[in-house]
């Protein structure tokens, strides 16, 4: 094995170098850094579950349809089944397990429960990665945009109404305090 | 539904970057953009590449500008970009219009114009705005540079022009001068899902007739493109609701759907006829005369 060179380094040095093998990468996840090993064809899902033991993150489909593996990359929500570990080296992963300060939910997470957004919870990480991104990056969000984001993701218990009741909530609280 | 075994190369360099494909394409490799349609292939196993060139870290390859004419879209650059105009004149909302129909948004932030454009699946937005605009798209490799122009870029589903040595590095789009109205419609089942039938158009109305009509179809055939036969119902009339009409029944009779059933051809048809109606019409609400 050999370990790939830190961010930075001339692409040059790399040349011709192989990597199927198994490869140590740090990942930056919630400002903590993780030393792991990875094959390239690791997606970033199975890495933050298997290797960073972060098993918040949940992975679905597989595929990049159901949403519920959805985390945040330098602030923008992507799928991490759909993302290689390798291409996430120096980047800012930010999960569901960062979301909340010691005891203190994430004002997203009380929402969620306060309405009723969730009822078996394997979507649920998904939703609030996804929520946290765009209330992060607009604040204001118009109700016709948020349902046309929130339907990226898929929900099999709660018919999103009350996920769309507890994203809206949380986003007023999110612009008062 | 795990990726199969590949080597993975991350250049720098557009330079380094040719490099490595060539050395590596005789042994199916692969260049990564986005990854949004080629991870999932990896994850059925329907694609096993035996390397993957990532070019996210290639800079020259993430900016997007347009100079005078043309907009040129580099092939880092996520969809996600054009969210907001990001060209003067009718192209920058056009292409904003367009952008909302293609996935969702989480896959917006990572996947690309020109992966998509590479991809070649008939039903990408992109494709046929290629296609309806007159796209140029540059392919660089170790023997250099190439322009091609969309009618021969796009050769069937998801089959284009491009050698397996070649990275598309660039889409130019040209400018729509100040005037041209646009309409985009697609139909599908579901929000961000596949396209069943979608149509962009764009003309110009001068002494009160249409002139330069475009009308593109997508998702259709093996691949978009221009119906020519309900552009020549356009050119030189006035706009207006018949001559709408008129001209999303001749595209309608014009396509040849690759479905395999006769009732899923006639299905086809029915929704290219309402899709380019309600381009037209669409186009009609951009008026500013």
Sequence with gaps: ?177 | MKPGQFAYHAPKTVADAVAMLAEVAPQNGRVLAGGQSLVPAMAFRAALPGHLVDINGVVELAHLAADAAVLSIGACTRHAAFHRPVADGPLGPLLSSVVRHIAHYPIRTRGTFCGSVANADPASEWCLVAATLGATMVARSTRGTRRIGAAEFFGGIMSTALADDEILTETHLPLLVAGTRYGFYEFSRRAGDFAIAMALVAYRVEGGVITEPRIGVGAVEDRPRRIAEAEAILRDEAPGAELFRAASEVAAEAVDPIDATPDGQEYKRDVVRAAVRRALERAQGTAHD
């Design chain 1, 1 to 177: 094995m050999w370990s790939v060179p830190p961010c930075g380094v001339p692409s040059s040095e790399r040349r011709g170098q192989r990597m199927t093998d198994i490869t140590e990468i740090t990942l930056t996840v919630n400002g903590k850094d993780y030393r792991v090993r990875v094959e390239p064809r690791h997606t970033l899902v199975d890495t933050l579950r298997d290797q960073c033991g972060l098993t918040g993150t949940h992975a679905g489909c597989e595929h990049g349809v159901c949403g519920s593996c959805t985390v945040l990359v330098d602030g923008d929500p992507v799928r991490a089944c759909l993302m290689f570990a390798v291409q996430a080296q120096c980047r800012q992963i930010r999960t569901v397990e960062g979301l909340a300060s010691g005891d203190r939910l994430h004002p997203l997470q009380q929402s969620f429960i306060d309405h009723h957004g969730l009822q078996c919870g394997f979507c649920t990480p998904g939703f609030l990665m996804l929520s946290t991104g765009i209330l992060e990056r607009d604040p204001d969000i118009g109700d016709e945009e948020l349902l046309e984001i929130l339907s990226s993701n898929l929900c099999r218990c709660t018919g999103y109404q009350n996920i769309v009741k507890a994203v809206r909530a949380a986003a007023a609280q999110m612009r008062s305090s």
